[in-house]
């Protein structure tokens, strides 16, 4: 019978819960005995009250509710061997012989590092009498991880869709819908700054999504006509809404990502958009930053499923688990749910970051949407 530990950790995002209450209850159906772990990786590193056995009736009403209701946190005893020595105790003295984590990157890397290092700090605990044979006797020699990706900025590599992305995205939409009826009442433009600091796609979706302008994003640096703009990218953004005004139209709406870069990979802030707008083409802007609103609130219909149907896998992924395989992580490709090595995943996330701080956009777009349905 297997003990199964489930944490949230890193940035809350829309889903968590649904993945939680999925998790739950198929490891129960599965014959196994599911323990929420609050507070993230603090939560193991603490023990006591902040591991919890779970029942079917514990995630009750867990699909509508954003956030996570058992918490998340950063954890930074769990970067350390010390604290994750803390944890394996915890794991041990519960019995808990897999975890499944919904988090990002960091997270899902902290989990690989407790994972490689487990026999060693079984072994320690051992030899210093903190817990005796007996109690690691029903423990393989493996701790078995399993992987979920919750992430508002769909930051993953790997995978399609990251769970809370989409409701955020909504969220967005809502937001600047708000922002476009004022706009076109005053003949305004407003400066919208949307979160998602190495990965633009919030700001690209919702760019289509709201009949932006103009949208910068931390992969694809303006200007987009090199050729004739060179490294000018305002007087690109001013000819193209400037454009659009002599269309017709009486609003103009520029997004920008928090972590949006020009060519030379500078920062391009909203002031810096307002004012260009100001300058060059006159109009009466705003900036508006969505902030936390974005994290999200009661999760859309598609990260209920999207959560739900991971958390099914991440169950049976962790029931196919062995010593000799690498941890999976749980994704989409083309709407199916795929199982792909974690760590390929998150060095994958990260040769995006590093692609960029080459200048090399096209390798970093590439990076992001790899075919692993092979
Ligand atoms: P995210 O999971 O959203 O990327 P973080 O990078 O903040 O968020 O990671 C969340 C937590 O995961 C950290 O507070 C820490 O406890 C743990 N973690 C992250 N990176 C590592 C690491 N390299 N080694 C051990 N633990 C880590």
Redesign the pocket.
């Known amino acids: 019978q297997k003990r199964i530990g489930i944490l949230t950790?890193?940035?809350d995002s829309s889903g968590m819960n649904a993945s939680v209450r999925a998790i739950t209850r198929v490891a129960l159906q599965r014959g196994c005995i599911p323990f929420a772990i609050y507070e993230?990786?603090q939560g193991l590193v603490d023990g006591g009250d902040k591991i919890k056995q779970f029942g079917w009736e514990n995630v009750r009403g867990y699909l509508a509710v954003g956030g996570t209701t058992i918490g998340t946190?950063?954890?930074?005893p769990?970067?350390t061997r010390e604290g994750?020595l803390k944890a394996t105790y915890n794991l041990i003295k519960n019995g808990i012989d897999a975890l499944v984590i919904v988090?990002?990157?960091?997270?899902?890397?902290?989990a690989d590092?407790l994972r490689a290092e487990w026999t060693g700090l079984v072994d320690e605990l051992v030899a210093t009498g903190r817990v005796t044979k007996a109690e690691c006797a029903h423990l393989r020699e493996d701790l078995a991880i399993v992987g979920l990706v919750g992430?508002i900025d769909n930051d993953m590599s790997a995978t399609d869709i990251t769970i809370g992305a989409v409701t955020s995205l909504h969220r967005i939409c809502e937001s600047v819908d708000s922002l476009t009826s004022t706009a076109q009442s005053h003949q305004r433009a407003f400066v919208v700054e949307v979160m998602g600091r190495h990965c633009g796609w919030l700001g690209l979706m919702a760019g289509i999504a709201v009949g932006a302008d103009w949208v910068c994003l931390p992969e694809r640096p303006p200007p987009l006509n090199q050729e004739k703009y060179g490294d000018d990218w305002g007087q690109e953004m001013a000819d193209i809404v400037g454009q659009y005004r002599t269309m017709g139209s009486r609003k103009s709406i520029i997004i920008v990502c928090e972590g949006a870069i020009d060519r030379n990979l500078k920062p391009i802030k909203p002031d810096e958009v307002k004012k260009v707008l100001e300058d060059k083409l006159g109009l009466d802007t705003r900036v508006t930053t969505l902030g936390h609103v974005q994290r999200g609130g009661s999760p859309c219909a598609f990260d209920r499923y999207l959560a739900t149907v991971q958390g099914v896998e991440a169950v049976e992924a962790v029931l196919r688990s062995t010593r000799d395989t690498p941890a999976p992580m749980i994704g989409m490709s083309q709407n199916m749910v795929i199982s792909v090595p974690l760590m390929d995943a998150v060095k994958l996330t990260h040769s995006v970051a590093e692609a960029i701080s080459r200048r090399d956009f096209k390798l970093a777009m590439d990076l992001r949407d790899p075919d692993f349905t092979s």
Do not use: E, K, N, P
């Not at 946190?73 to 930074?76: T, W």
């Open positions: 950790s890193g940035g993230g990786y946190a950063r954890c930074v769990f970067r994750r988090g990002g990157d960091g997270s899902l890397t902290g590092i992430s």
